[in-house]
DNA sequence: TTGAAAGCGCTAACAT
DNA sequence: ATGTTAGCGCTTTCAA
């Protein structure tokens, strides 16, 4: 009946060829370890000669769980996720696990209808990100049946596993640091407000209010994506709303770098006249003129961990520790040493 | 026998709850136009209710093509694929194909395993970098039957599809530019040496010959990614190695960022004693102080059209223009206007 | 417009 | 250590 027109190799043809059973070359394939050295080696000979590759497809229809691992992230553009992906390619390297990438854009309903499709594909692992997942995206993951790794923060009620830092710790670090500093009027400036920003916002609110500091004139959001353009046109519009600033703890360091260009535009001395502070230790940070200050996140180790968590996993391997709290560590540079 | 334990519902229980076969529902579900209104919208309710989802390893293995569309790219982190990614997601939300990816971390061989990879699953459509491919990928890629769109660069002989710009000639333009404004010992500056990198290279050399103006010493290459730091080191060995150096073309924008911030650093006026220009024309070059000339190209456009080549190819339609030259443009900045 | 039968390429279960 | 058999969930072909 039909025939696939291609000439791909099947199991079958390296088994006639080897001269053994189908399931005997896919065993040589998967667990060579209970198939006998001399089948094994006529098998990986044919193999390599015919250039089989096996047919994901047939095997993961043939078998309770596929080789895809989901990774649910809000946007590929992102550097913060570029870096953690990195760390996630640089362990999956050497495994047979195919990644699998979907974009959320940092909609719960469209992460929901994300993960319906991964769970169509009995994926062997899920990595997601946040903990903020809707009711209905909690019980799909509840019931995927392979490790479920939360990323970029930590928090209660984890789904399975976990590793992240605290966005709150790590914003109040930020700004207690600024208020050590000398500054009294610090501003905030966030983009694209995910709950990762809010939490960051809340951080910062938290240690204004300590001090009787906290002014709502201060706090300027924006939903567009963070650029240093749009730093730039932040603080433009601060200085408009209170110039009396004297500081900005900014959402990430696209901003920071924004702010910092800008006020150099307006011959704003920093750290004197203003302190700048970023978040995430993004490297150009380290090298503009003044250097900036920053929260550095691990993000590559981030990828690291949790792709080894859900490899763990899959092993079966008890995971000693299902929540890792990877911390933050605040990098002061020139842009808030001020003096006096 | 062999029972799947889990609950997923599967085209036999929708068609048994929709009173019709299993292949009206699959039919009604991908080219519903060939089901009676009737059955259609009795299947339709019925998927609602039970939540069904097709397994896409299933319909691969029955079809001659899986939905995967695979892009092959040197690397998730740089700037540069990002926004060809985001162009490639923006035109595949809306339809039925997965993307699939894969770094090729540069590497000619690991491009070669990649795409056996990505053949064994029949992909729908293939989407590869540069022009430089093996010989053995090149006659896998001819043998795909599916579209195979290359991408980044522009050349002879495309595989299939091709969208890209000259490399070479956007690399002149800029030198040229650089040339026309007055500045004489005009450096070069790269990193990674891939093969867009040295093809810059080369028309950076073949503007500065014809000028009588090439100096082996004002090249400076390095295999390390580039960043915004390796700019600045790089410029700072440039500094010491020739001192002469009136301006300097960079591989791209991150290096010409460095080299910015260290030519202040250095108190070396941009642009009366140094010319800058970067390529790509990242966001952050047209805030900086002063802000950079580079050659922008449209990587977000290669992106989309790239995809709806593919697309296209699949659907059966005629592509008009198999080879898209997107072109480049020059954006004169602060950092090359030298009076006088 | 609808359906019946066959089979895609592989692996789990049960032999031997 | 190896083989036999059945079947994963879907789509193709052919027939009605």
Redesign the pocket.
């Known amino acids: 009946?039909?025939?696939?027109g291609d000439g791909?190799i099947?199991?079958?043809e390296i088994a006639a060829a080897a001269g053994?059973?189908?399931?005997?070359v896919?065993?040589a394939?998967?667990k060579p370890e209970?198939?006998?050295p001399?089948?094994r080696e006529r098998i990986r000979i044919v193999v390599e000669e015919l250039g089989y590759v096996?047919?994901p497809a047939?095997?993961a229809?043939?078998?309770?769980r596929s080789d895809v691992i989901g990774v649910l992230i809000p946007s590929v553009t992102n550097n913060v996720f570029a870096d953690v992906l990195r760390g996630i390619y640089s362990v999956l390297e050497a495994e047979r696990f195919r990644l699998q990438l979907a974009n959320s854009r940092y909609s719960t309903l469209e992460e929901e209808r994300l993960l319906r499709i991964f769970l169509s594909q009995r994926p062997a692992g899920l990595i997601v990100s946040g903990i903020d997942q809707s009711e209905a995206s909690r019980k799909l993951l509840f019931r995927a049946d392979c490790p479920v790794v939360q990323i970029m923060e930590t928090g209660p009620d984890p789904i399975d596993m976990m590793v992240g830092f605290s966005h709150y710790e790590g914003a109040r670090a930020a700004v207690s640091h600024m208020v050590d500093r000398g500054y009294r009027r610090i501003a905030f400036l966030g983009a694209r407000m995910d709950p990762r920003t809010q939490r960051r916002l809340k951080g910062y609110e938290s240690v204004l209010r300590a001090h009787g500091m906290h002014d709502e004139r201060l706090i300027l959001c924006t939903p567009r994506a963070s650029t240093v353009q749009l730093g730039c046109e932040l603080f433009a519009d601060l200085c408009d709303r209170a110039p009396e600033v004297d500081a900005v703890f900014c959402n990430n360091d696209d901003l920071a770098v924004g702010v910092l260009f800008e006020a150099q535009r307006r011959r704003i001395s920093v750290p004197q006249s203003l302190g700048i502070c970023g978040f995430n230790d993004l490297e150009i940070v380290a090298v503009t003129n003044p250097s900036i200050t920053s929260v550095r996140t691990f993000r590559e180790d981030m990828g690291r961990r949790a792709i080894r968590m859900v490899l763990a996993g899959i092993a079966g391997k008890p995971v000693e520790e299902p929540v890792v709290d990877l911390g933050f560590e605040l990098i002061a540079r020139e842009s808030t040493a001020r003096t006096g």
């Open positions: 009946m039909k025939k696939r791909r099947t199991l079958d053994v059973s189908a399931i005997t896919s065993r394939l998967r209970v198939v006998s001399a089948a096996p047919d047939a095997s229809l043939a078998s309770p």
